[in-house]
């Protein structure tokens, strides 16, 4: 039941932009996305609610699709700060387990 | 400001050790959970509790129990630890969303 994430890992030079895919073979109802530096716990990032949704945190913005059973992370403009692994989350309809994604590395270099 | 605060953050044990590995939140939540998270395979949940006393397996429960006698503390038992065991542990509980998971900082737990 853990999502999957796409790419595994991705280098990019500061200034581009970047996608990060989340797909679950289960029904969503929402979804997370998490950073982690390394050496540090997972931060939340932001949760969308709805199928279709769009959210934006600074230059990091997030699609929903529902029906697709996807989620995506978009990083525009990318900064060194940027540099983390990015998780999805899946918490679930009903009950308390959440799940994790596979993972994205993401590296910004100058 | 949210917090999740775990005892340790570098362990080092013995194989066939006991391992207690503690975690306090303060947010008053119903929940709390126990990550072990590794190269490669991300986040797998361990345990979760939905109340004092009241616990639930995740997808990886083997070698490891668990104990919530108050609310805000839930602590992650290895009985007999194994060099398998060797991983990061990170404990979460919900934030002020309500289900968004909150970290503690990890303990980084090496079996020798």
């Known amino acids: 039941q853990q999502p999957v994430q796409s790419p595994q890992a991705v280098i990019l030079r500061e200034g581009e932009d970047a996608v990060i895919n989340c797909s679950s073979s289960k029904a969503l109802y929402s979804v997370h996305w998490y950073r982690q530096k390394h050496g540090e716990a997972p931060i939340f990032l932001m949760i969308?609610?709805?199928?279709?949704e769009q959210k934006g945190h600074d230059k990091i913005s997030a699609s929903f699709n529902e029906k697709k059973q996807q989620s995506s992370l978009y990083l525009t403009a990318s900064q060194l700060s940027y540099s983390g692994t990015y998780f999805c989350?899946?918490?679930?309809?009903?009950?308390?387990?959440?799940?994790f994604g596979t993972g994205t590395s993401l590296t910004v270099i100058p | 400001d949210v917090k999740v605060t775990q005892s340790s953050r570098y362990l080092v044990k013995r194989t066939g050790e006991k391992v207690f590995l503690e975690c306090v939140q303060d947010m008053d939540h119903e929940n709390m959970f126990w990550y072990r998270q590794d190269p490669g395979l991300g986040l797998r949940l361990i345990y979760f509790s939905y109340d004092v006393k009241m616990k639930e397996k995740g997808d990886i429960p083997e070698g490891y129990s668990v104990s919530r006698e108050k609310k805000e503390r839930f602590s992650l038992i290895l009985e007999s630890a194994s060099t398998n065991q060797t991983s990061m542990y990170l404990c979460a509980s919900p934030g002020p969303l309500g289900n968004e998971q909150f970290f503690g900082p990890g303990t980084r737990l090496t079996v020798l």
């Open positions: 969308l609610l709805k199928g279709g």
């Open positions: 989350g899946t918490p679930p309809n009903t009950g308390n387990q959440f799940y």
